[in-house]
């Protein structure tokens, strides 16, 4: 089926009776050609680009959960393609290329809406450094303009410019960036997948690797052993157990990330504003509600749920920048387990075991990527060779010491 404005109207005109599932629900075979462990953002756009530009088409997608139920549905939807280092910007780049065609590819209303981002800098120091990387954004194809005071103010005018300890002296303006629905995502790349003839079953917890003279023949799962000689890994916060079930140890540690939304307010914060002294940012969701969030937790953890100490650092940011929202209801907040690197930065690669891939190491910023990643987590799969804008995101390049360390802050899980 196709979605159109047209059957809109016509379903609505009939009693919404025509409408057919997204996707089947299949009972899951014995072997396939490919298996992609994960049915998250990353895991989803993988299965589809596998079926779409490599042609295979007997793929199972294997969820313990339910599609769409880990941080591809936890995150604060932001897309932006603002990075400064060689190995990510051409990434992001390309990512934020396939964003502007997605909904058009898929035939699906993601809602991505490029409504501008807006990183603020509050010193000398680090209006050079926006300086920087936004002339790496423009050399990289990508859009940038550095904002004053002013420029922030006439865009921004309910921001606190006169009374906060950390003054605003500009503002680096992404004009592509915003955001887009994130459970609309996974939905649409989980129908083009399924259209394509991939195999998403659901509730089917992968438990065992079966690995035999260094090869990978295939998985165990609570719905059975099922063979493949092409298994991807791609299960974001749980990397680590999961490669551990093939004897591997990753450079991944596992932290909380939590946000917050509002009551529904009538449109009033038309960007993604990030506060540059402090780890905030802010947008409004479609419905109306304020979504924001900060920092990690700061300690290593499994729990999809947060510690209060960061709730009230994340609110006592918010207020500095943005004392307006002090008055607006906190309805919800929730947690989301990060794969952290050591230097922030991703992981697409074979691993030792021959015929086993993985791509994890998201951190904080894998909602954007989704759409990049399975084209290039796709493209390693099927053709066994890195995609050109995925080469550096090597998983031996912490012991090589070629680490991409977007932030300067070194190789710590917990600085990035
Ligand atoms: C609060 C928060 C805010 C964020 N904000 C942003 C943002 O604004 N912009 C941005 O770019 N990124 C953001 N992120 C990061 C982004 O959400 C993640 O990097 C990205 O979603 C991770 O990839 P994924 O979608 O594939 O992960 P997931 O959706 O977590 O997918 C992994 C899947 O693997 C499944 N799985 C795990 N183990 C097994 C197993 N043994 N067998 C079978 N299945 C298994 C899980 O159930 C899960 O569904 C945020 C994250 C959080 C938590």
Redesign the pocket.
Known sequence: MRYSGFKVFTEGLFGNKGWTPAWRDPAPKAAYDAII???????LSTAYYLAKNHGLRNIAV????YL????????????RANYFLPGNSEFYSHSMKLWEGLEGELNYNVMHSQRGLINLFHSDGQRDAFARRGNMMINQGDDAILLDREGVRDLLPYLDFENTRFPIYGGLLHPRGGTARHDAVAWGYARGADQLGVDLIQN????GIDVENGKVVGVQTTRGAIKSAKVGI?????SG??AAMAGMRLPIESHI???FVTEGLKPVIDHVISFGMGHFYISQSDKGGLVF?GDLDFYASYASRGNLPMVEHVMEAGMTLVPMIGRAKVLRS???I?DMTPDGSPIIDKTPVDGLFIDCG?????????PASGWCMAHLMATGQSHDVARRFRLDRFRAGQILDEEGTGSQHNLH
Do not use: D, P
Request: with cysteine; aromatic share 8%.
């Open positions: 462990i994960g049915g998250g953002g990353h895991g294997l969820e313990k959960g769409g139920s880990g941080n591809i549905g936890r995150n604060t939807t932001i897309v089917c917890e992968v438990t791609v299960v974001a916060g749980r157990q999961v990330l939590q946000a969030g929730w947690g989301g990060m998201w951190n904080y910023g894998g909602f954007k990527a989704v």
